[in-house]
């Protein structure tokens, strides 16, 4: 008996395992965007003809992953971009954003973007599974769940009018479950230049 009890637990377990992982290899980072906002004035001033993307982080390397991909997207929707550490370097404080858009104005921009990683959290979520055992008889019976945890990153991409020194567009957006920050920064950065209006050309 205790034989056959075994036998079960790893039957179900096994098929709770195998479900697991079938969903695991459909699964992929999704970015969606939680909330837009817009200034009174409206969308991105036009005149701004000449903008920096700024990732604001200390990692060096993600800075420079995640500018140069912003400056691509936004090059692809007319906006004219430039990553910011190819004008300012490596040397630059996150969290000293008046000196970064002095900085950015003296270079002759006159609009900036920035994105920055805002929260990370794990929720944990169930999905139904077959979670039973063959029984006497040959039939296969019962019905569970299976729990797991997702990762979840909260991004803030805002747009600056360098000219009047205020915000005039931001986007917050969620990702769950990205496999690296590489796929992070680019899902995000594909999602939110959508929504960016780019000034007229000609």
């Not at 969308?43 to 993600?62: D, I, K, Y």
């Not at 996150?94 to 900036?112: A, E, N, Q, T, Y």
């Not at 990370?120 to 299976?146: M, N, T, V």
């Not at 979840?152 to 990702?175: F, G, Q």
Request: charged share 20%; proline share 4%; hydrophobic share 35%.
């Amino acid at each position: 008996m205790q034989s056959q009890i075994r036998t079960h637990h790893s039957a179900r377990r096994a098929v709770t395992i195998a479900f697991a992982l079938v969903l695991g290899a459909c699964a992929g980072a999704t970015t969606q965007i939680d909330q837009t906002w817009v200034a009174p004035q409206g969308q991105p001033p036009q005149h701004m003809q000449r903008v920096a993307t700024v990732f604001l982080s200390e990692n060096v390397t993600m800075r420079h992953s995640a500018e140069d991909k912003l400056a691509s997207d936004l090059y692809q929707t007319g906006v004219r971009a430039t990553p910011s550490y190819t004008v300012l370097g490596d040397a630059i404080d996150p969290k000293d954003m008046d000196g970064i858009k002095s900085r950015l104005r003296d270079k002759g921009f006159d609009g900036m973007v920035t994105m920055r990683v805002i929260d990370r959290e794990q929720e944990i979520e169930s999905s139904p599974s077959y979670d039973g055992y063959w029984g006497y008889y040959g039939a296969y019976s019962g019905y569970g769940s299976y729990t797991y945890t997702e990762t979840i990153y909260r991004l803030e991409t805002t747009a600056y009018d360098l000219s009047t020194n205020r915000a005039v567009w931001s986007v917050m957006t969620k990702t769950t479950e990205p496999d690296n920050a590489r796929e992070l920064i680019n899902d995000t950065s594909k999602v939110v230049t959508r929504k960016f209006v780019p000034a007229p050309q000609g």
